[in-house]
């Protein structure tokens, strides 16, 4: 059956439920967005022409809202807790809802088992129920039920899977017994799921798919609206509950601050003003997402504290023409030094409160600066209120954006096929991997006919020898591309090494997350044993790596030039 869009999104409101303060959160930012999802349906609709869309029977099970699983965030919506899951879960409802898909969302584990069609009180029989859904949508808590509740059946129909998860899951933390073996033991970590089954909130680790979510779009005369309205010394600080501001020495940026500009918050609390917050901070308490959006309009500055990392705020003050100031961390913040990242299955290290916004955006939106460098934190205010900066939203966060990058997963990502991961070593003796005429790295050749069904398609491979110590991420970044774990197997062949000129004394096969690789001294070179371990991020001062990198869409480093 054709996949058809919808524009009217009530039927969704229905299906979301009520009662919990989230899925009310939740379901008003739908309702507000739904003009946005229409008009963004309409253009993806041309875009694509008439693209076959196969229409999905999909399950949203939203593991972290069920009582089971304590549902810790719900009662702290209106209590400055975390807001960026429930932004994320509405958008992704919304745009399988837009796209055309067959839906049902569960928020309980009642509804779970009904759904899956496991009588209550028999998730461990060995029975294996067929499953309705061709994909289901879940978190890392819901991932836990559904392998306590379904039998024989998760086994199976695990591959159906995608794992919602913020932060990201790196293959050297998901691979069970490497895990064990190394020491990458989390709380999370180590379900042996294809690492392109959990989605990401941001493009941490192309290891991972990035998922992301939306924020607003203004039209061209609201942009004007906007640019014309700003107050050059007004800065809105980055964080709704009060323990952000207990941050160490920052009355003294902030003290700068204030010399120049009209300082607001949005803090929540009960009945008095929160003692850390200074009294000449202007707080307006906890603001309704609507309301908190007028008061991006208007402000010149957004300013981060160093927390919380990662989340959607940053993108909607840019979006609505501000600048972002944030605290450049050194050393870097990672799950090694950090209270925050301890027990999370990566080991990215975060050299800023927001990467994204100082890799991907930068300069003039986004100024990272050394906070505790007065000179450079007062510089810093006196360029942004003089410069001119125009809202800015990428691609990817826009409603088109991520409905392009969500229907290109649900039409091309496959990981029940047997082929999702090709076995290492062994292919076909006439490689269609050619040495590019510099002679820099590896293209596969067009005319070979040897394409094999791969998605995205191998013709956008481009395989590099990364410098001794640099991850594969680094290494396709550094050449303007994007690492694309999926075309690992085509490289891991002594064929690759060779046709790269790589002196190989010797080849042995093992279970590493870094390799392929060649070690220079003993001129080793390491093929990898276990597909699950194909990894872009790691490295490894003993090794130079062999990178798979790809193109990317300008706004959309999901996808390749040839991707849709
Ligand atoms: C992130 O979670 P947060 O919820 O703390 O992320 P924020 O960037 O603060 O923004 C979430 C939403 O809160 C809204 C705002 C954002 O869309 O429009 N909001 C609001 O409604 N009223 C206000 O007064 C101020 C903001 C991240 F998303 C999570 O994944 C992480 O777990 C967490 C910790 O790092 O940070």
């Known amino acids: 059956v054709q996949a058809v869009f919808r524009s009217n999104l009530s039927h969704l409101l229905e299906l979301m439920g009520s009662g919990k303060e989230s899925l009310v959160f939740m379901k008003k930012r739908t309702k507000r967005l739904t003009a946005q999802w229409a008009l963004a349906a309409q253009r993806l609709a041309q875009k694509l022409g008439g693209t076959q869309r196969n229409q999905k029977q999909i399950l949203v099970h939203i593991g972290f809202l069920t009582e089971e699983s304590g549902d810790v965030f719900s009662p702290r919506v209106l209590k400055g807790g975390p807001l960026g899951e429930m932004v994320q879960w509405a958008d992704i ?19 779970l088992q009904s759904n899956l069609g496991v009588p209550p009180g028999r998730g461990n029989c060995p029975l294996t129920v067929p499953l309705p859904f ?16 379904m039998g024989l059946s998760f086994k199976k129909y695990r591959c159906r899977i995608r794992v919602i998860d913020t932060f990201g899951t790196e293959p050297a933390y998901n691979h069970e017994e490497y895990a064990t073996l190394h020491g990458y033991r989390t709380n999370w ?3 042996n799921l294809n690492p392109k089954q959990f989605m990401t909130m941001f493009p941490h680790t192309p290891d991972n798919s990035f998922m992301g979510f939306v924020s607003e779009e203004l039209n061209e005369t609201e942009k004007q609206l906007i640019k014309d309205g700003k107050a050059s010394n007004m800065a809105v600080v980055y964080g709704k509950e009060a323990s952000i501001w207990k941050l160490q020495g920052k009355e003294k940026f902030l003290g700068i601050l204030n010399k120049y500009m009209e300082i607001h918050g949005t803090v929540y609390y ?12 202007k707080n307006h308490g906890l603001l309704p997402q609507p309301e908190f959006q007028q008061l991006l309009r208007k402000a010149k500055l957004f300013i981060g504290f160093g927390f919380p990392y990662e989340g959607p705020a940053p993108l909607e003050a840019i979006a609505n023409g501000c600048v972002f100031l944030q605290s450049r961390f050194s050393p ?13 299955p990566t080991s990215r290290e975060v050299f800023s409160q927001h990467p994204y916004a100082e890799n991907f955006i930068g300069k003039p939106h986004v100024w990272t600066v050394d906070y505790n460098n007065s000179e450079e934190f007062e510089a810093a205010i006196k360029a942004i209120m003089r410069s001119q900066v125009d809202p ?26 047997a082929s999702g991961l090709a076995p290492p070593g062994a292919r076909a003796p006439q490689s269609p991997l050619v040495l590019a005429p510099n002679a820099t790295h590896l293209e596969w050749a067009r005319d070979s006919g040897l394409a094999p069904k791969a998605w995205p398609p191998v013709y956008s491979l481009r395989a590099w020898l990364a410098a001794a110590g640099r991850a594969c991420t680094d290494t396709c970044l550094d050449h303007g591309l994007i690492c694309e774990p999926s075309f690992f197997p085509f490289l891991n062949s002594q064929d690759a090494f060779q046709k790269l000129q790589v002196p190989c004394d010797s080849t042995e096969s093992e279970m590493n997350h870094l390799y392929p690789a060649f070690a220079q001294p003993g001129q080793e070179c390491f093929l990898q044993k276990e597909p699950l371990l194909f990894s872009c991020a790691g490295s490894s001062t003993k090794y130079h790596r062999l990178c798979p990198c790809r193109d990317f869409r300008k706004g959309q480093v999901a996808l390749c030039q040839d991707c849709l």
């Open 270 to 281: 009960e009945s008095q003003r929160p003692p850390e917050v200074p009294a000449f901070v």
């Open 189 to 191: 970590g180590y379900w």
């Open 93 to 111: 409802l919304a745009a399988l809802y837009v796209l055309g898909h067959g839906l049902r969302i569960t928020v309980s584990l009642k509804e």
């Open 134 to 149: 061709d994909l289901i949508y879940t978190d890392y808590h819901g991932l836990q039920q559904m392998k306590q509740h």
């Open 332 to 344: 870097p913040h990672s799950s090694l030094n950090h209270e925050f990242f301890r027990g999370k």
């Open 392 to 417: 800015y939203l990428p691609y990817e966060y826009t409603c088109e954006g991520m409905l392009e990058r969500i229907e290109a997963y649900i039409q091309h990502q496959d990981f029940c096929a």
